[in-house]
T-cell receptor, first 113, second 116 residues
Framework: AQKITQTQPGMFVQEKEAVTLDCTYD???????LFWYKQPSSGEMIFLIY??????QNATEGRYSLNFQKARKSANLVISASQLGDSAMYFC??????????FGTGTRLQVFP | GAGVSQTPSNKVTEKGKYVELRCDPI?????LYWYRQSLGQGPEFLIY????????DSGLPNDRFFAVRPEGSVSTLKIQRTERGDSAVYLC??????????????FGPGTRLTVT
């Protein structure tokens, strides 16, 4: 079985600063993917970034980067230069071939001026 | 449309009633997923379709829940004899090809179901 653990229920960051949201996972699969989604107060789930288990380089998408440490089974999301619009719930998820996503409980990020 | 659409956006029903929730995936996406999100939790998987067939329905909580995708596009989640514990946001997602490891899922705005 797969499992995602997000231990930070809430995080605060000042605008323009960087923030790291933690995610650890458990799986017995050799091939899997790790995803981060953003969920603003409006409720929609917005895909941010993906990391494959065989990818040797950390994924980056604009201000988002994924700090993938396979041996530690962690996939932390780093948001650089935080903006007020980054305030939202952030979910880490794991998936494998032809399968559903398993989500963590999320981290609520609040960006203050 | 450009994205995944779900109707209705909100549904209030009485305990014991039957409800149907509709999902219209992104055109050309072969895989379709249903999730349920309770307050303060992450989405929980319910069922996954590849084309017209349910490839994995292991997340359906009991036999009151059923979903169909007869033509491989639109899907309907059906809940019989609703209970107050069914109250949640029901999310639909689609992906271009099945494969949780390499194909991101695009989510719809969800249907908020309230059972009174």
């Amino acid at each position: 079985a797969q499992k995602i653990t997000q231990t930070q229920p809430g995080m605060f960051v000042q605008e323009k600063e960087a923030v790291t949201l933690d995610c650890t996972y458990d799986t017995s699969d050799q091939s899997y993917g790790l995803f981060w989604y953003k969920q603003p107060s409006s409720g929609e789930m917005i895909f941010l970034i993906y990391q494959g288990s065989y990818d040797e380089q950390n994924a980056t998408e604009g201000r988002y980067s994924l700090n993938f440490q396979k041996a530690r089974k962690s996939a932390n999301l780093v948001i650089s230069a935080s903006q007020l619009g980054d305030s939202a719930m952030y979910f880490c998820a794991i998936g494998r071939d032809t399968d559903k996503l398993i989500f963590g409980t999320g981290t609520r990020l609040q960006v203050f001026p | 449309g450009a994205g995944v659409s779900q109707t209705p956006s909100n549904k209030v029903t009485e305990k014991g009633k039957y409800v149907e929730l509709r999902c219209d995936p992104i055109s050309g996406h072969t895989a379709l997923y249903w999730y349920r999100q309770s307050l303060g939790q992450g989405p929980e998987f319910l069922i996954y379709f590849q084309g017209t067939g349910a490839a994995d329905d292991s997340g359906l909580p009991n036999d009151r829940f059923f979903a169909v995708r007869p033509e491989g596009s639109v899907s309907t989640l059906k809940i019989q004899r609703t209970e107050r514990g069914d109250s949640a946001v029901y999310l639909c997602a689609s992906s271009l090809t099945p494969g949780g490891a390499s194909n991101e899922q695009y989510f719809g705005p969800g249907t908020r179901l309230t059972v009174t």
